[in-house]
């Protein structure tokens, strides 16, 4: 394989969407860049286009009937893909079908995987178990399991966010391609030690969707008059969101703002006491690793893949029901001192260099 690869990265969102996939895609694709790498992202957007992007390539793909998208992605994966050295895919379905479709013969194939399409599509059904509480649960989706089990094998390599994910797709899917694990970025920052405001305010950052368990910290905030609650991003559950919060009486307390990003993201950093993600299951979140390397104290859903040098500092516990998230408010507000420091404490940097590199030796060993 030549020094200098040609890359296509896959994705489903890209900036100004926001979520992991976006923040991924962008950050490796300005990596590659640099390093010297051709790089192509493909991924779907409001309408067609091809567009140059600071050293590369972004191809646009326009909404629709899934069905109709997948081939127009198709389409694109095999104009700009079939002469790349790699196709790497976030997404194992949005990616993944048109990537079979496609059936691409000269470029590797990689996945990786930092979310689970069928737990993600069940929660929007309203499921509220945790990705692990539904793959044991495996009996109840038996063909969508095995159809998502012919899907990997499209691939010649899946690469996970967390060991936390990779162990549990060992135990329920079987002939899987080779693996590795790959942890996300923590970007390089200065802590900053936080002081609380009088009254706690809170942030939530991130896409509005079910398993992210807003409905529930609404609940809970009702319950607590004297704390504050920005919720910053988009999503399906915007409206459903909005509506409850004028029937729980929490306008004053409760605001939603669009996504965040560059300066005005560190000033909600700055401006808040601490970072709540109470989802069913956080297996990577980005927004916890850059909320904490910029010392925001973070209260975050035990129910996570990070590993332990990446969450350190951070507060993990029990976030799924009204009565856990109260809890784990006040003890935040109880202790903040305490986690605030812990929050402040400077961590081994985790670069998206660093990232880039150990994604470009798995490819050159492909």
Sequence with gaps: MSPNMHIVLATGIY??????????????????????????VVTYAAKNAVVQENGWKVVKVALGLPILRWFAYARR????????????????????????????????????????????RATDNGSLLTL??????????????????????????????????QHLYAQFYNDLPPVSVIENALPKAT????????????????????????????????KLPHVHLTLIGDGPQAPALQSLIHTLHLQSRVHIHPPAHGQKK?????????????????????TALEARAHGLPILLTQETGLSPALSAGMHVVKLLSVDDIID????????????????????????WQTVASEHVSLFESL
């Design 15 to 40: 900036p100004p969407d926001i979520g992991g996939p976006a923040t991924y895609s962008h950050q490796l694709a300005k990596e590659f860049s640099v390093m010297g790498h051709t790089v192509t």
């Design 77 to 120: 994966l095999k104009k700009y893909g079939k002469n790349a050295d790699i196709v790497y895919a976030f997404s194992s379905v949005s990616c993944g079908v048109p990537l079979r479709i496609a059936k691409l013969r000269t470029p590797k194939k990689i996945l990786r995987l930092g979310g689970d399409f069928l737990w993600e």
């Design 132 to 165: 692990s509480q539904w793959y044991a649960c495996e009996e109840s989706f038996r063909l969508p399991h095995f159809l998502m089990e012919r899907l990997l094998r499209t691939f010649d390599f899946i690469v996970f966010s967390t060991r936390f994910q």
């Design 191 to 222: 802590p900053v030690h936080h002081t609380r405001h009088e009254s706690l305010k809170l942030l939530f950052m991130g896409r509005f969707v079910r398993f992210k368990n807003l409905p529930v910290l609404l609940q809970a905030l009702h």
């Design 266 to 286: 560190l000033a909600a950093f700055a401006d808040h006491d601490a970072l709540i993600l109470p989802s069913l299951t956080e297996i990577s979140p980005n």
């Design 328 to 351: 784990g408010i006040r003890t935040i507000e109880t202790d903040y001192e305490s986690i605030a420091t812990a929050a402040a404490l400077s961590l081994v940097e985790r670069s």
